[in-house]
């Protein structure tokens, strides 16, 4: 299982972050989140369509890939 990060931009662009990221909100607009359990099968691709459907919570930066994957 591994864990890959995604940064979200303001405007709504959805891309990976760089894995030595922080969590949660950046300096800018953007917001960094961890998903977590990510089987080694998944794509970075696809974790990032998976999230661009997908509501997170406030203030929850860190997500399940099982909720992402529902």
């Not at 607009?29 to 998976?50: C, F, H, L, R, T």
């Amino acid at each position: 299982m591994a864990s890959i990060m995604i940064k979200k931009a303001g405007e709504g662009l959805v891309s990976q972050a760089h894995r030595n990221a922080d969590v949660g909100p950046t300096s800018g607009s953007s917001v960094v989140y961890e998903i977590q359990n990510v089987p080694g099968s998944v794509s970075v691709d696809d974790v990032i369509a998976a999230f661009k459907t997908y509501q997170p919570a406030d203030k929850v930066y860190e997500i399940d890939w099982s909720a992402l994957s529902k």
